[in-house]
C-alpha cells in the first residue's frame, strides 16, 4: 500500500534555525551528520561502532546510568554478561548517532534499500479499513531511522514531539520527522485535535517510556520496579475508539539494515482502568526489551523519579540528596 498524503501544517511554517556564531558549532554537526549519510549503510555502521566503543570510554556518567538499569531490568545476568552487553550498546548508540543523517535526508528510494518491514499487514489492514490506529513505538535505538521510514514507506502519520534544546538540532530533526508530511503535535496541544485527526484515518506514532516526571506521570511496575510512566496511551485509545499497535525498529547485524516490525493489535485494550493500562503498556515494552536487550536505550534515567520515600536509584540523584539534607541543616 502506497503512503498516504498527509499535509503537515507546521512543516511549511516552521521558523528558519539560527544562523550566529554560537550556532556554528551545531551547524558543523548537522553538515557532519549529513555527509556520513552518504556513506553505503554497512561503512556507517561500522563507523557508527568505532564511534560508540569510544563513547563508552569518554562518557562515565552514562556508562554508569545503562549499567544500573542493566542490573535492575536484567537481574539474572551476571555481571560479566551485564559488561558485554554493555558494551554492545554503546556500539549500536554509536551507530544510531552516525545514520541520523539518513533521517534527515534519504530518500524513499534509499530507505527501501535500508529498512525491511516485518508483518506490515497489521497496520495496512488498520489503515485501509480507516481504524484509528496508535502505533506504539518504545525508546530503542533505531526508533529515528524507523520513525522516517514510517512515514516515508508506510504513512505519513502524526508523531507527539518534545523541543529539543538546541534550535539548530531541533530544526533538523523535526524536518527529518516532517518531510514526508508526518504532522506534528506538542505535548501540550489540545487531545481534541489528535482524536479527531486520528478519526480520520491518521496514524498516531507514540513513544511511551520516557521518564515523565512525577507531575504528569504514575507509577507502575517497569522491570519489577516502580517507574513513573506516561499513563495516557488507555485514555487516546479510548477517545479515538483506536487499535494499538506495538512496533520496534531493529539495527539487523553485521549491517544488513534496519527492520520494522509490527506486532499484532493489542487486545481487551483499554480496559477502563488506568494503572492496569499502562502497567499492560509496560509489559509490552519488556517483553521486547529482552529479545533485544542490546538495542534499548539504557543511558536514559528510566528510574529517577522515585514513589515518595524511596531511595534514589542512580548515584548522581542520591548525591544530590545528600547535598540537599546538607544544606538543609545549615
Not at 535500508?114 to 530503542?140: K, Q, T, Y
Request: proline share 9%; net charge positive.
Amino acid at each position: 500500500m502506497s503512503a498516504a498524503k498527509t499535509e503537515s501544517p507546521s512543516a511549511s511554517g516552521m521558523t528558519p534555525p539560527p544562523r550566529g556564531p554560537r550556532h556554528w558549532p551545531a551547524w558543523v554537526a548537522v553538515g557532519l551528520f549529513r555527509l556520513l549519510a552518504r556513506l553505503p549503510f554497512r561503512w556507517q555502521v561500522r563507523l557508527g561502532s568505532g564511534l560508540g566503543r569510544i563513547g563508552y570510554l569518554v562518557l562515565p556518567g552514562r556508562r554508569r546510568v545503562a549499567r544500573t538499569n542493566l542490573g535492575i531490568c536484567l537481574p539474572e545476568l551476571d555481571a560479566a554478561a551485564r559488561e558485554r552487553l554493555l558494551r554492545e550498546h554503546f556500539r549500536w548508540l554509536g551507530v544510531a548517532a552516525v545514520c541520523q543523517g539518513l533521517s534527515w535526508g534519504a530518500t524513499p528510494e534509499r530507505l527501501r534499500g535500508i529498512v525491511s518491514i516485518r508483518n506490515r499487514a497489521f497496520i495496512d489492514r488498520c489503515i485501509a479499513e480507516g481504524r484509528p490506529v496508535i502505533v506504539l513505538v518504545p525508546h530503542f535505538l533505531g526508533l529515528e531511522l524507523g520513525g522516517t521510514a514510517f512515514t516515508a514507506l508506510v504513512h505519513p502519520g502524526m508523531y507527539m514531539y518534545q523541543r529539543i534544546r538546541n534550535p539548530v538540532i531541533d530544526a533538523q530533526v523535526k524536518h527529518g520527522r516532517t518531510r514526508f508530511g508526518s504532522m506534528p503535535v506538542e505535548r501540550q496541544d489540545d487531545l481534541r485535535r489528535l482524536v479527531r485527526e486520528m478519526k480520520r484515518g491518521t496514524p498516531f506514532f507514540y513513544l511511551p517510556d520516557q521518564d515523565p516526571g512525577r507531575r504528569r506521570g504514575v507509577f507502575v511496575p517497569f522491570c519489577g520496579l516502580p517507574a513513573a510512566t506516561v499513563p495516557t496511551l488507555g485514555r487516546i485509545a479510548r477517545l479515538a475508539d483506536a487499535v494499538v499497535i506495538p512496533t520496534f525498529a531493529r539495527f539487523l547485524p553485521d549491517g544488513r539494515g534496519l527492520e520494522l516490525i509490527f506486532d499484532p493489535p493489542l487486545t481487551d485494550f483499554p480496559s477502563g482502568d488506568t494503572l492496569q493500562d499502562t502497567t499492560r503498556m509496560n509489559q509490552v515494552i519488556e517483553a521486547r526489551l529482552r529479545d533485544m536487550p542490546a538495542q534499548y536505550f539504557w543511558v536514559h534515567r528510566r528510574f529517577k523519579t522515585r514513589p515518595e520515600g524511596a531511595p534514589p536509584v542512580y548515584a548522581r540523584d542520591a548525591r544530590r540528596q545528600r547535598c540537599k539534607r546538607r544544606r538543609a541543616r545549615v
